[in-house]
């Protein structure tokens, strides 16, 4: 799959000088790019491995004297990042299926699957299935009865889509993800020890047997537009309303996604990141690794949470925050400081103390 | 799977009134019910939703005036989640799986299968497996050789059970879950840097070189009667004895349990938990989302534990802990409190030296 | 598989004592050993066990008076873990597959596996892939296009691994681990909220929306030899450059490495720890359960992070650390203990106060 200077500048809407019918293959780092491939020397700290590499062509950044580096050819960014995803989705071939539905795959006769399927091998579709045009699906996956899956989806090995869930167009999913399992919801005959813990925040009375019962899950799974799930990522059915994954937001690997939970539009959620049971996220919401949200709160919008950080109350929106239990960012910078002096903070009041001490004895004050 | 309102009362213990004649053929909140629907309305918050849908009848509070709200029939309600877990099984159809073996399956001949089974496609069972009668696995399982599985088990798919594995009836298992996976245990040939971490507590005089071999697990896991596993959680067999995990548990969605490791009886373990190695968890524990627990402990029987809180030492039973390291919760929240009182603290302490420097230099204790 | 007690002994290049002609068939704890087994005694607190069970022949510790148990045999252990890891992989049989490759699968006619192979069914093995010899594959695998993987690999089932992943010698994966997934690689037109928050670890002074355009990961992942992955583990591939996990690294269950991550050699990673992307960890550190570490930093050799660390800055080689944020253990264990007594410090600083006002008021310091 090779791609002229040309075509790359185009693809990413940027300026190109010298010989644009230059054809590269792929992208490398500067150093260890060879002629066939396109040097990404996207700020001045590539320099030297310009030098040292042997691309004919680069992206390199505003203002770089090009020519001095020995390249036949650059394209100028300004944004890198922006370019390199123009530019890695030029190169991606995408995994290789066979066109059409690999005959080894159990399809129920009323699923209905679009045109131009990609479907590989050990494949199941469960009855009355949709499955939009385009669809590329890698193979060992399975997909429950009722599931509606948008256009032009993209879908890994071992993939388990369940009963009746509902996605949208474009839709990529990496391999082991989950959607649809059963919501994690039981009950006891009496209250339970957790429930009186909510209530008291404290030790407990009385210790009874409690045998939990299953609450079913009714609900589905709804997933807009432009979703994008990681690998082994887990998400769970409704009770009775559907668990909702608004459109453009991506999910990372080992993420665990409750009962009911409702994720806005344009979030990230970061590798193990865990929401709980019927809590609400707002949209462009930005957990970062393994943060933990608790059950039946809310995260406002475009709150950005740093890893690791454990929310267990609602968040206003538009807050950064950090810690567990969370605090504002700043907050807890300003805790972490205070954690670290707080030897000093033990020393300095045991000295007060006899100073006072030996004031009170002098001055009599009692 | 229609049902009318005498049968769901029925099945909920409760009392009902109206027109106990009336079918319905699922659950749904108050304001989306449609007439074939009974509405979930179990206390006085969802009035208002229940003169905006169309449900005829509906499960309500006691001393609810369910004529006011148009409805013909009304189910009165006690404890309403318990109710949830009756009417949700009620309708829940589970996975539509056809009966019998489906013939794309690799069963061993030595392998016996119970009456009444219904085992999707591509489903391997390995030599010597016993499953009991009733069984539903839905697909692209895999159990391997001796394994053997109690009555009436409903198994998702892409789960995974080891070989020798033994588990008990009603066992619910979530897709992609691993059960019986080597332990994580390794030993060098000479004491490693963790060791003689856990022997000072300080850092390492000397660094060697350290090749880690493995210690093969020879045991296997226990799952005692009516357990439910969560998808893609991981279960890793024991090293000589069994790892167990106890009646009546029930784990969710990617929990990791290590070699060795024992669960007691109606334990909650919620989601991304994970219990290091050799670790003894008591009966009816609560382990809230991505609590950790170290290994070769044991947590006592009752104890709850909020999420995200990290155990690192012996818990006594009934306590409910918070925090990292874990405190009794109320201390936890004692130190919450005085994190954020403490830049204060610093600022008094300041102002007070300078007030005490002010009075010895002026009383001269020295 | 049956042993004498003279080929354990030779196994674990250790000294026997006894009739060295005793065959077992396995390993047991010594109360529960029977007459076949070998009991594990490698300690005088077994003492009372090895009297309760019925073995012939034990590990003992070191001066042992094993007649008087009713030994027939013992072995001298003098590093018991070690000893364990000879002995557990003596009786430890490995998954049962049929050599050859199962007529199920669906191989390319371009890969070319090793001799010796056995394949068990429904595996997916892409065009161009390289299997070394002696590979054993439980079943319900994929190996996409162009992999290698090299001599003596056991794969267990449902491992997912993508396109032109290369992995060394005995190479060990449990069940359903991902390896090859792509990176979680998104930008914005503008700058996102994250980029600002992260020069200024402050509020955003206006928030706008932003979609999340994916940058796609032309990189793979490389895996040296000796190398264990656990079950449902997930190793994202390099944006251009490789993911890469070195020689002897163990990889425990339900973790995560970002794209572009580079683990040294040697290194234990266990149960659900998560390296964010582009982060290089050291040789020989060993990260306990839950650890996280965040995006684009440096762990230096030697470093062993604690259960539950969260490492937000690079971290010196040889350190042992603990907490959120990670400092050195010693610290962290300081600041526990300050943190329990905190809410004492408040009290005396409010006692010292009043003590301090009544003597100002006094000596009238103002």
């Given at each position: 799959?090779?791609q ?7 693809a990413l ?7 644009l019918?230059?054809e590269?293959?792929g992208?490398?780092e500067?150093?260890a790019a060879g002629p066939d491939?396109?040097?990404l ?5 590539y320099a030297e491995g310009?030098?040292a590499?042997k691309?004919r062509?680069?992206?390199?950044w505003?203002?770089?004297?090009w020519?001095a ?6 394209v ?8 390199m995803a123009?530019?890695?989705k030029a190169?991606?071939p995408g ?8 005959p080894?795959?159990?399809i129920?006769p009323?699923?209905?699957?679009g045109?131009?399927?990609?479907i590989?091998?050990?494949t199941i579709?469960?009855p009355?299935v949709?499955?939009?045009?385009g ?5 060992q ?7 509606r899956?948008?256009?032009e989806?993209?879908?890994?090995a071992g993939v ?7 996605i949208?167009?474009r ?11 059963d919501?994690?919801?039981f009950v006891t005959p ?9 209530q008291?925040l ?19 799974v709804?997933i807009?537009d432009?979703v ?8 769970d059915?409704?009770?009775v309303?559907?668990?909702a994954?608004g459109?453009?937001s ?5 993420v665990h996604?409750?009962?009911?939970v409702?994720v ?5 959620l ?6 709980a049971g ?6 462009r919401v930005?957990?970062a690794?393994q943060c ?7 995260v406002?919008?475009?709150?950005i949470?740093?890893g690791?950080?454990?929310?267990y ?5 538009g ?9 504002k960012?700043?907050?807890q910078?300003?805790?972490n ?13 045991a000295?007060?103390?006899?100073t006072?001490?030996?004031l009170t004895?002098k001055?009599?004050?009692?």
């Amino acid at each position: 799959m090779s791609q002229t200077i040309e075509q790359i500048a185009k693809a990413l809407e940027a300026r190109a000088e010298g010989d644009l019918t230059i054809e590269v293959t792929g992208a490398s780092e500067p150093a260890a790019a060879g002629p066939d491939q396109i040097a990404l020397a996207m700020s001045e700290k590539y320099a030297e491995g310009l030098q040292a590499g042997k691309a004919r062509a680069a992206l390199v950044w505003e203002g770089a004297d090009w020519r001095a580096y020995g390249l036949e050819a650059a394209v100028f960014v300004t944004r890198p990042r922006l370019a390199m995803a123009g530019l890695s989705k030029a190169f991606d071939p995408g995994p290789s299926i066979a066109s059409g539905v690999h005959p080894s795959c159990v399809i129920d006769p009323t699923a209905v699957i679009g045109a131009d399927a990609a479907i590989g091998p050990f494949t199941i579709v469960g009855p009355d299935v949709r499955i939009g045009p385009g669809a590329r699906i890698v193979g060992q996956v399975t997909i429950g009865e009722g599931a509606r899956i948008g256009a032009e989806a993209l879908i890994h090995a071992g993939v388990r889509i369940g009963a009746q869930v509902v996605i949208g167009d474009r839709f990529v999913c990496q391999p082991g993800a989950v959607i649809g399992s059963d919501g994690f919801s039981f009950v006891t005959p009496d209250p339970s020890g957790v429930e009186e813990i909510r209530q008291t925040l404290e030790q407990r009375e009385e210790i009874t047997e409690q045998k939990w019962t299953r609450i079913h899950s009714l609900g589905t799974v709804e997933i807009g537009d432009d979703v994008e799930i990681g690998a082994n990522t887990c998400i769970d059915r409704g009770t009775v309303r559907a668990t909702a994954i608004g459109s453009g937001s991506k999910l990372d690997n080992l993420v665990h996604i409750g009962h009911n939970v409702q994720v806005g539009e344009d979030c990230l959620l970061c590798g193990q990141v865990g929401v709980a049971g019927s809590t609400r996220i707002g949209h462009r919401v930005v957990l970062a690794g393994q943060c933990g949200v608790s059950d039946n709160i809310t995260v406002g919008d475009d709150v950005i949470a740093a890893g690791g950080t454990n929310i267990y109350t609602n968040v206003p929106k538009g807050r950064t925050i950090w810690g567990s239990p969370a605090v504002k960012m700043e907050t807890q910078l300003e805790i972490n400081k205070s954690l670290r002096r707080l030897p000093r903070l033990f020393a300095q009041m045991a000295e007060l103390r006899e100073t006072v001490t030996k004031l009170t004895q002098k001055g009599g004050t009692e």
